[in-house]
């Protein structure tokens, strides 16, 4: 799965950045042309709902989809070959 | 001479201000007349903001914004909704830091925003950077009424900043001025 | 199907300001209803007038946008002559509590089978920052503009004392426990207000220091306490800081309610 | 069968309702309109219907329209000051077009005023006490047997025309006995479905849109702000708001005549009492006691919208008398629809025109 | 010395009720009237005045004439659902004979309809929103300086008439920023005083008893209901109720004539122009577009008591052009009063009529 | 002067039916106020509608008999524009509590200094007896003919939980201690409720097996319990008969307070 | 023929019922047209109650009692309010435990009260007794369709005690009756 | 002082009955022209605020007339050389 956040909905609150406890949002630089500024995904592949949602059949963690007021935040299926380079961080 | 001007921009950039301060300058400081109005609603909170100001010698009977011969455009989606349609005679004074798109009629581009930030310290003084371009754009009102208006708009301990971004605005334009 | 589902994507964004905490709210609200199985043919969402009470418009289930402060009203008259369907309000501060306050006290006092969920942003957002019954004394607001002076309502022991089944109180901070404290609302037969202290960055939280989304959710993030771990340190004699706020589960009780599905 | 009662006006209405289907009432007592309540209180339990008594009269037309979205034919009962407590959520009911009906037992006022005596002071404020521009519809019933037929009427053009309906009593005629006929069955129209595909507030010509009722998978949106043909708020279009506006005027007053219920009598008449409600009573006796003259009668039993092609059906009038228990408010409508003089003919206090009343006002006109 | 602001009409009604000497607002926030309050919430407690935001309308307007009461120039400002809710207790204000001073700035209804755009669609509401029959006086601004003059004038009619008084504006010229200039001071009439050994609700020949304000000794007892002259409850007595609301009536529509305050235009014309409020703004377009042809303007001031001898002062008149940012409301009173063509010229959505839609409307009638 | 002075002699007698409760709670607060030497003409006393509320018309001073239900907020009116005057209002259960329950609890909020004394019969004694939220459970009234099915308000606790400075509650039946309620009542700074249980023979006694007006006072005497005696019960882990109703003084504080003379 | 019956009393003496009854047997058992009204408002709880029928053959247009040629007075204060002006063609019947004074109009006399405590043994059926006695004077309605009215009225369990009521009354008047 | 009830206020409850303490009150038997049956006083010179009133200068006891909610019992001075007869009762 991959994690992504909807540009026509994100307002750029940073909300989920307050909330991901392996910090995969940062602060955006680019204002888009609605004038906002959406946060930058870093190495999203970290998230372990992108890694282990299929597996367990469930959302985990999901604290950025949940607090995003914008409903911003989802994760897409991936195109099937794309390979994955997952770097586990302790 | 009727003149109707149109702000826009997004929420939080003070299009309203200066729209205000415009009017003020006409009516209080220029001996015109004037008449200020603005869009409300929730959607003006995220999106677009726009504002008005009627100036005339004589007094304002209708008080409506029929066609604007000045705008003052000051993001992207501003543009869209309420500059695209400028007709040819009409004068546009553009941030040209937010906004992408240009008009079929007379503009001028200011770099307002990043003036604001970078020269000036202060991006929310943009909105009065592209005031100080729109009256030496247009000369809509008188540079004396427009100062006066600023000064006392604006916070206190704030007129100093303010009127360096007025005059900054004044000067973006008259040095394109050819 | 995810609370996800639930939305009328055709509606967003909403009209709420960046690092509003309705959006945040709603899917709690939405996950908990989602996971509880409920279906959306047999929910309706019911509200008053406020940003908050904009959040049914959202949602594409059937639903009630009604008059300022008479959501509780109107949703009595559906689950009393339906009780099959459910019945989930959503509310404001001022929607709740000052204008529909009388509406407030006898739904609870009926103990209506619904569940209510109220936006607690400590300010009147929607017509632009007005103080509104939970206002902190002493706060800043475009009709408190020395400081407001009035005294503060507690929405939660309003309910309790009134004759809630159910009460419960979280921020929109906390959105796992607010998850389950509106979980168990949904639950609990009779009514269950679910109060959520929320982020209003731009009426409130400008003019009081909270000018930053971040700040508000720092505020709610430290200045909450778990009330068993206050009524704890109440009985040791302990002290309490004078600005924390009790958040947990109130009441959980099993008074005779109306409009329960036979 | 039918059943014959000697029953009270207020009882009579009642009756109406539940013979027309109501099954759901929300009230809060209120004199003199309170025996509406206590009948409803009695006989909803027995039939699985829902009464249940609000914490005041906001809430009552609330719990009413919330049920009304369910299916349910939905119904309070109030008096003046409670009525005037409602003016706000009447509007979200007409906005929202929810069928409704609300009995008004009139008292007189202004404010708390008269409460145990009759009155017809609040005809204007049924038509106009909201904001904003609408149109409704009101019945006003001039015996207790009207009381029953009239309320049971009311559910019908309120479910067909999506509008609320209110049944303009009084105290006099609420509070009297007579015999009552109750039929077996009375026919009430039922609101028309929404098709399945079509979006909610789309309306045919007859500018009344299809119900969805809650609960049944439409997924709709209801909300008292402008709203679009989906029922999404759309409150900053102008042109949107001015149509669907005119739509809600237009579904009511473009079904005047299909409305109109009004009894003439004595049509070549120059002289012409219009009456509703209480004082038909009155005028009926005038003409009565007074065999040889040819005096007309135009009486309403549907006073909005006003049937003002009723007034043509008096081709020689020379006089509209209007005698009605407040300051002459249906006359303000009748006046501009006519050249012909009118003349109010007012009686405030609670006790009805004596026909000595109007023998004089028909003196003085002549 | 006057001082010259550029200001918004929400806020120059605001100081136009400090100019008149308002010591008491009591209100609940709604858009587009919030700047009345917030203004008044700023200013009051320098001025040792009280600004206290109630519960809700309901309580806002109690509130307001419980501070009357105590002798209190007082105040509130609302719209459209606001305003609905004020029904009821603005008819004990009536009935209590309260002087206080009630703003409308309206905005698009029914129900929620368009919070923040411009109408005028509670003018009759403001008339007969309240149950039963009674009087009151209104008055509609054109500009941010009569957004000003008109409170301040409001004040002044109220306290003089003790009844309640409306300032009834719209978003347009609510929210409009233009030139003000605010006088050194206003005149305001005070209300009389009731003269010790009279009772409290014996009215001199102008119908308007002295005032016995609160905390002075004099005992007085107030209530909605009908009351004899001591004030004490009479509700069953149907003549003194029918002599009470009667004087209630009479003394505000006798006095018609003093009240008036209108504007006339080219009094010889043929076609003539009826406005009042924001719509005035287009006529005066129109009027100036047009300087060759000779058309009439009626501008009202003061719309309730309607004074309909006004329409005298157009002799010549052949039609009647009424704008209103409603469906007609004012223009049905008009056409209660004259025989010649009342044509509206109705104008739904938030925007004011465009000069060309005028322009339209004059050639159609032609 | 005595209370007897305070009334209106050409009003008396009443309109309250035989045996009514009303007189006697009137007798009590004219007691207390003219006992606290309180001046006739500083003194205001304000009402909704109802049977209780018609009390202030028997009485001499400035009166303001309002609609019903707003009795608090027109007297939060008087009271924020002249501090100075001491503001009285009667009120019922109905008035207080059903139409007028927001401005209730705002006012209790609020904590605007003035004495709210309802009576509290259960039932709505002027429009002929219908229930009302402090109906008892299963009593039946002209609008609850199979019996009440609807909670009941605590008064009492609600003033406390909204903010109110000094709550007590009493019975026509305990005259001096009532008397001495209302006396600490206009004494405490900011709002003040005294709850006084009375009875409706005509409207409520008649249909519930307290025909005679000593039913309900013997029902009064023998099912109120002191607040201390019922804490220490429960403290004890002691039954209380579940028809016991507590009575004395729930809270008196010094919150701060809105309309106190300066 | 239209009779105007005028009932009146104090608050719990059961004129209202009375008056019920009486339109009910007119209306349902006589084939006639009947109109029942009554004075409300709190002053009807301590001091006098009143309440009035019309009976007619034909529909009755006007619904007010005008000049009642029948009075039923069962207490000094009723007889003041309502009673005292009574017109000489009326006839008036009087509970004489209760009333003191004597109308100008032809009138009977009927120990109601008293009949219904000592003889009847519940006081409370005294207006049944007067009913019986008004009855009985005018015939304004049938001895069967006023006992048929009766018995529906009254509640379940007490219809003996009502009937004998009522004939007391009948037969107290036609004893009197020479 | 002597106590009396005033006939044309009492409306007959009997609640001054039920709470002296002194059974001063018994129930009546006649009842007046408004249909009223007024308590009747049993030696009424018995009641200590009749004693001793004038003696402390403020009410005593003074239940019944605080319960009344009528208004209808009131003390009047006496008669300058109206004998008392007092049996004080223990
Ligand atoms: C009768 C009425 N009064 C006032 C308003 C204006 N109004 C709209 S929303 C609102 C306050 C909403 O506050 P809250 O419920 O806290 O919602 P928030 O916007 O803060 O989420 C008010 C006063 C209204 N719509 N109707
Ligand atoms: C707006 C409004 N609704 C209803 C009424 C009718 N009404 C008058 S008094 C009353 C109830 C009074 O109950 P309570 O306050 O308990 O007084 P009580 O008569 O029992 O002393 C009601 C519903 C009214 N006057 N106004
Ligand atoms: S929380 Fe959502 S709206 Fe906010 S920045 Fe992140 S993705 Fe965007
Ligand atoms: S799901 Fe959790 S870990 Fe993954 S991105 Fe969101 S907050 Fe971070
Ligand atoms: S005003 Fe406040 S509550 Fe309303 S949308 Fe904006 S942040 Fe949210
Ligand atoms: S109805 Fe009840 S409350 Fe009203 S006066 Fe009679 S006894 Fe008192
Ligand atoms: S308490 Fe008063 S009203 Fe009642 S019986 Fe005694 S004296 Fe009469
Ligand atoms: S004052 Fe006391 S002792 Fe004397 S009569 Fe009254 S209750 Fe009895
Ligand atoms: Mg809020
Ligand atoms: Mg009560």
């Given at each position: 799965?991959?994690?992504?956040?909807?540009?026509s909905?994100?307002?750029?609150?940073?909300?989920?950045?307050?909330?991901?406890?392996?910090?995969?949002?940062?602060?955006?630089?680019?204002?888009?042309?609605?004038?906002?500024?959406?946060?930058?995904?870093?190495?999203p592949?970290?998230?372990?709902?992108?890694?282990?949602?299929?597996?367990?059949?469930?959302?985990l963690?999901?604290?950025?989809?949940?607090?995003?007021?914008?409903?911003?935040?989802?994760?897409?299926?991936?195109?099937?070959?794309?390979?994955?380079?997952?770097?586990?961080?302790? | 001479?009727?003149?109707?001007?149109?702000?826009?921009g997004?929420?939080?950039?003070?299009?309203?201000?200066?729209?205000?301060?415009?009017?003020?300058?006409?009516?209080?400081?220029?001996?015109?007349?004037?008449?200020?109005?603005?869009?409300?609603?929730?959607?003006?909170?995220?999106?677009?903001?726009?504002?008005?100001?009627?100036?005339?010698?004589e007094?304002?009977?209708?008080?409506?914004?029929?066609?604007?011969?000045?705008?003052?455009?000051?993001?992207?989606?501003?543009?869209?909704?309420?500059?695209?349609k400028?007709?040819?005679?009409?004068?546009?004074?553009?941030?040209?830091?937010?906004v992408?798109?240009?008009?079929?009629?007379?503009?001028?581009?200011v770099?307002?925003?990043?003036?604001?930030?970078?020269?000036?310290?202060?991006?929310?003084?943009?909105?009065?950077?592209?005031?100080?371009?729109?009256?030496?754009?247009?000369?809509v009102?008188?540079?004396?009424?427009?100062?006066?208006?600023?000064?006392?708009?604006?916070p206190?301990?704030?007129?100093?900043?303010?009127l360096?971004?007025?005059?900054?605005?004044?000067?973006?334009?008259?040095v394109k001025?050819? | 199907?995810?609370?996800?589902?639930?939305?009328?994507?055709?509606r967003?964004?909403?009209?709420?300001?960046?690092?509003?905490?309705?959006?945040?709210?709603?899917?709690c609200?939405?996950?908990?209803?989602?996971?509880?199985?409920?279906?959306?043919?047999?929910?309706?969402?019911?509200?008053?007038?406020?940003?908050?009470?904009?959040?049914?418009?959202?949602?594409?289930?059937?639903?009630?946008?009604?008059?300022?402060?008479?959501?509780?009203?109107?949703?009595?008259?559906i689950?009393?002559?339906?009780?099959?369907?459910?019945?989930?309000?959503?509310?404001?501060?001022?929607?709740?509590?000052?204008i529909?306050?009388?509406?407030f006290?006898?739904?609870?006092?009926r103990?209506?089978?619904?569940?209510v969920?109220?936006?607690?942003?400590?300010?009147?957002?929607?017509t632009?920052?007005?103080?509104?019954?939970?206002t902190?004394?002493?706060?800043?607001?475009?009709?408190?503009?020395?400081?407001?002076?009035?005294?503060?309502?507690?929405?939660?022991a309003?309910?309790?004392?009134?004759?809630?089944?159910?009460?419960?109180?979280?921020?929109?901070?906390?959105?796992?426990?607010?998850?389950?404290a509106?979980?168990a609302?949904?639950?609990?037969?009779?009514f269950?207000?679910?109060?959520?202290?929320?982020?209003?960055?731009?009426?409130?939280?400008?003019?009081?220091?909270?000018?930053?989304?971040?700040?508000?959710?720092?505020?709610?993030?430290?200045?909450?306490?778990?009330?068993?771990?206050?009524?704890?340190?109440?009985?040791?004699?302990?002290?309490?800081?004078?600005?924390?706020?009790?958040?947990?589960?109130?009441?959980?009780?099993?008074?005779?309610?109306?409009?329960?599905?036979? | 069968?039918?059943?014959?009662?000697?029953?009270?006006?207020?009882?009579?209405?009642?009756?109406?309702?539940?013979?027309?289907?109501?099954?759901?009432?929300?009230?809060?007592?209120?004199?003199p309109?309170?025996?509406?309540?206590?009948?409803?209180?009695?006989?909803?339990?027995?039939?699985?219907?829902?009464?249940?008594?609000?914490?005041?009269e906001?809430?009552?037309?609330?719990a009413?329209?919330?049920?009304?979205?369910?299916?349910?034919r939905?119904?309070?009962?109030?008096?003046?000051?409670?009525?005037s407590?409602?003016?706000?959520?009447?509007?979200?009911?007409?906005?929202?077009?929810?069928?409704?009906?609300?009995?008004?037992?009139?008292?007189?006022?202004?404010s708390?005023?008269?409460?145990?005596?009759?009155?017809?002071?609040?005809?204007?404020?049924?038509?106009?006490?909201?904001?904003?521009?609408y149109?409704?519809?009101?019945?006003?019933?001039?015996?207790?047997?009207?009381?029953?037929?009239?309320?049971?009427?009311?559910f019908?053009?309120?479910?067909?025309?999506?509008?609320?309906?209110?049944?303009?009593?009084d105290?006099?005629?609420?509070?009297?006995?007579?015999?009552?006929?109750?039929?077996?069955?009375?026919?009430?129209?039922?609101?028309?479905?929404?098709?399945?595909?079509?979006?909610?507030?789309?309306?045919?010509?007859?500018?009344?849109?299809?119900?969805?009722t809650?609960?049944?998978?439409?997924?709709?949106?209801?909300?008292?702000?402008?709203?679009?043909?989906?029922?999404?708020?759309?409150?900053?279009?102008?042109?949107?708001?001015?149509?669907?506006?005119?739509?809600?005027?237009?579904?009511?007053?473009?079904?005047?005549?299909?409305?109109?219920?009004?009894v003439?009598?004595?049509?070549?008449?120059?002289?012409?009492?219009?009456?509703?409600?209480?004082?038909?009573r009155?005028v009926?006796?005038?003409?009565?006691d007074?065999?040889?003259?040819?005096?007309?009668?135009?009486?309403?039993?549907?006073?909005?919208?006003?049937?003002?092609?009723?007034?043509?059906?008096?081709?020689?009038?020379?006089?509209?008398?209007?005698?009605?228990?407040?300051?002459?408010?249906v006359?303000?409508?009748?006046?501009?629809?006519?050249?012909?003089?009118?003349?109010?003919?007012?009686r405030?206090g609670?006790?009805?025109?004596?026909?000595?009343?109007?023998?004089k006002?028909?003196?003085?006109?002549?």
């Open positions: 799965m991959k994690l992504a956040i909807d540009s909905r994100c307002k750029g609150c940073n909300l989920c950045m307050l909330v991901c406890p392996y910090r995969i949002f940062k602060e955006g630089k680019e204002q888009n042309e609605r004038g906002i500024i959406l946060p930058e995904l870093d190495r592949e970290r998230c372990p709902n992108c890694r282990l949602q299929k597996l367990y059949g469930r959302t963690c999901g604290l950025c989809q949940m607090i995003c007021p914008d409903q911003a935040i989802r994760w897409d299926d991936e195109a099937k070959n794309e390979r994955q380079k997952v770097e586990v961080e302790f | 001479m009727r003149h109707e001007v149109r702000f826009s997004f929420g939080g950039q003070g299009i309203i201000l200066a729209a205000v301060i415009l009017g003020r300058a006409a009516a209080l400081y220029d001996g015109k007349h004037a008449v200020q109005t603005q869009v409300y609603g929730p959607e003006a909170r995220g999106g677009a903001s726009m504002s008005a100001v009627i100036i005339d010698d007094p304002i009977l209708y008080p409506e914004v029929t066609v604007p011969d000045i705008y003052v455009i000051m993001s992207q989606e501003g543009f869209e909704r309420y500059g695209a400028a007709p040819a005679e009409a004068v546009m004074v553009i941030d040209s830091d937010m992408e798109a240009r008009p079929a009629c007379r503009f001028v581009e770099k307002a925003t990043s003036e604001a930030r970078i020269t000036l310290g202060k991006v929310i003084v943009a909105n009065i950077v592209m005031l100080g371009a729109v009256v030496a754009t247009t000369g009102v008188s540079d004396a009424a427009i100062e006066k208006a600023v000064l006392d708009s604006v206190k301990g704030t007129e100093k900043l303010n360096a971004a007025l005059r900054k605005g004044m000067e973006l334009v008259r001025k050819p | 199907m995810s609370f996800r589902d639930w939305y009328r994507a055709d967003l964004p909403t009209i709420y300001c960046a690092g509003c905490g309705n959006g945040t709210v709603i899917n609200a939405l996950h908990a209803v989602d996971t509880l199985g409920w279906r959306w043919e047999d929910t309706i969402f019911v509200s008053g007038i406020g940003c908050s009470s904009r959040a049914p418009g959202y949602i594409r289930t059937d639903s009630l946008h009604t008059t300022h402060g008479r959501a509780l009203a109107f949703a009595t008259g689950k009393l002559a339906r009780p099959e369907l459910h019945v989930v309000v959503f509310t404001g501060d001022g929607d709740l509590a000052a529909g306050g009388n509406h006290i006898h739904a609870c006092r103990n209506v089978d619904m569940t969920i109220c936006m607690n942003n400590w300010i009147y957002g929607m632009g920052g007005q103080g509104s019954p939970t902190p004394r002493g706060a800043i607001t475009t009709t408190t503009p020395y400081g407001s002076g009035e005294g503060v309502f507690d929405l939660s309003l309910a309790v004392a009134a004759g809630a089944n159910h009460v419960a109180r979280w921020t929109s901070y906390h959105v796992k426990e607010l998850t389950n509106i979980d609302g949904l639950r609990t037969p009779g269950s207000l679910i109060e959520v202290l929320t982020q209003c960055p731009t009426a409130y939280g400008r003019r009081n220091k909270l000018r930053e989304v971040s700040d508000t959710i720092e505020y709610l993030k430290t200045h909450a306490i778990l009330l068993q771990r206050y009524n704890r340190l109440v009985a040791e004699g302990k002290p309490v800081p004078e600005d924390m706020f009790t958040v947990g589960e109130f009441v959980r009780r099993n008074r005779p309610a109306m409009g329960v599905p036979p | 069968m039918s059943r014959v009662e000697f029953m009270q006006g207020n009882t009579a209405c009642a009756e109406g309702a539940l013979a027309a289907g109501c099954g759901f009432f929300a009230g809060y007592p209120i004199t309109s309170t025996e509406v309540a206590e009948h409803m209180a009695a006989k909803l339990p027995k039939r699985k219907g829902v009464f249940v008594q609000m914490e005041d906001i809430a009552s037309i609330a009413v329209i919330g049920a009304s979205w369910t299916g349910a939905a119904m309070t009962a109030t008096s003046g000051p409670g009525f407590l409602m003016m706000e959520n009447l509007g979200y009911a007409v906005m929202t077009e929810t069928p409704c009906v609300v009995v008004n037992i009139q008292r007189g006022g202004p708390t005023g008269q409460p145990t005596l009759g009155a017809q002071g609040d005809m204007l404020q049924c038509r106009f006490g909201s904001h904003g521009d149109s409704i519809i009101a019945l006003s019933p001039s015996s207790v047997q009207e009381m029953f037929e009239l309320t049971a009427k009311a019908s053009l309120s479910e067909r025309y999506r509008v609320p309906a209110f049944l303009m009593g105290e006099i005629i609420g509070h009297m006995r007579e015999r009552l006929t109750i039929p077996d069955s009375v026919e009430v129209a039922a609101r028309r479905r929404l098709e399945p595909g079509t979006l909610p507030y789309t309306a045919g010509e007859d500018g009344i849109p299809g119900f969805p809650f609960g049944q998978g439409y997924g709709v949106h209801v909300t008292g702000l402008t709203h679009d043909e989906r029922g999404y708020p759309a409150a900053t279009n102008p042109r949107l708001h001015e149509k669907l506006v005119m739509r809600l005027v237009h579904k009511v007053e473009s079904a005047r005549k299909e409305m109109a219920d009004y003439v009598t004595n049509p070549g008449a120059e002289q012409v009492f219009i009456s509703y409600g209480a004082p038909a009155s009926f006796q005038l003409l009565h007074r065999p040889g003259e040819e005096i007309g009668h135009l009486r309403l039993r549907v006073v909005w919208p006003f049937p003002e092609f009723a007034l043509g059906e008096f081709p020689d009038a020379k006089t509209f008398l209007v005698p009605e228990m407040n300051l002459g408010q006359a303000r409508e009748i006046q501009r629809h006519t050249d012909v003089p009118v003349i109010p003919v007012p405030l609670g006790d009805l025109h004596p026909p000595a009343m109007l023998a006002a028909l003196e003085a006109s002549r």
